[in-house]
């Protein structure tokens, strides 16, 4: 996803959007230790998405 894909969320959809990402995370950690992994380009992805909303996150709560 983009920025523009996050924008017009609110901040507490950003946070739910972020715990989503994160469990997400935590289940393909998973999956690699158990070597069920295909998709191993999801990590960069997730990671970066979730970056992206602590940024938005932080520009919500400055205003």
């Known amino acids: 996803m983009k ?15 972020e715990m989503e990402l994160r469990d997400e995370l935590i289940r393909l950690k998973l999956k690699r230790k158990i070597g069920q992994l295909e998709k191993t ?20 709560s400055k205003d």
Do not use: P, V, W
């Open 3 to 17: 920025n523009k894909d996050f924008i017009n969320l609110t901040y507490q959809e950003i946070c739910q959007k």
């Open 41 to 60: 380009h999801r990590f960069s992805e997730i990671r970066r998405n979730i970056a992206r909303l602590m940024g938005l996150k932080s520009r919500q």
